[in-house]
């Protein structure tokens, strides 16, 4: 078998930085390449809402703590790709997903946010998701709660290239 490899993954990086009682998101876009071997099973799941997509997960460890798993696979329902940015840096988490080329969710800007690293797994549970998220105004269209699995063999060593 073939292993379909140079996947393109589009990955928005978001912080939520608190300034005077106000939080005000800034948006950094990077193109980050990741490798993917089709015949891999998966080894995390993304829930929003009704919807759990089940994914193949690359993950990072930055350093102190610091993680990063960047997940790819197919919706069941539609065939159309999904991939998926799990961020867990201290003061800075953030889960992302984009179902084809124009659906976006991403973790609510209201509502904490916590992204957990133990042992081999990162997780974050009762997130609520938003579509279209309006990074000046921190509102989007709250589309349910969900959570986040990933189950981590191994880490890279180093960011994503470009991250």
């Not at 978001?14 to 071997?37: K, M, N």
């Not at 089940?54 to 329902?77: E, K, R």
């Not at 003061?91 to 800007?109: F, I």
Request: a negative charge.
């Amino acid at each position: 078998m073939q292993a379909v490899r140079g996947i393109v993954v589009i990955a928005t990086v978001l912080a939520a930085v608190a300034c005077g009682g106000g939080v005000e998101p800034a948006v950094e876009s990077t193109t980050t390449t990741v490798p993917l071997d089709v015949t891999a099973p998966t080894n995390g799941w993304v829930q929003v809402g009704v919807e759990t997509f089940d994914l193949v997960f690359t993950c990072y460890a930055a350093g102190a703590g610091d993680v990063v798993a960047i997940g790819v696979g197919t919706d069941s329902g539609s065939g159309q790709r999904v991939e998926a940015l799990v961020q867990g840096f201290l003061g800075q988490p953030y889960l992302g997903v984009t179902v084809g080329s124009s659906t976006r969710y991403e973790a609510s800007l209201e509502d904490p946010l916590e992204v957990y690293v133990h042992d081999d797994t990162i997780s974050a549970g009762a997130v609520r998701w938003e579509r279209d998220l309006d990074l000046g105004s921190g509102e989007g269209e709250v589309v349910g709660f969900g959570a986040v699995f990933v189950e981590c063999s191994s880490y890279e060593k180093r960011l994503p290239e470009g991250y």
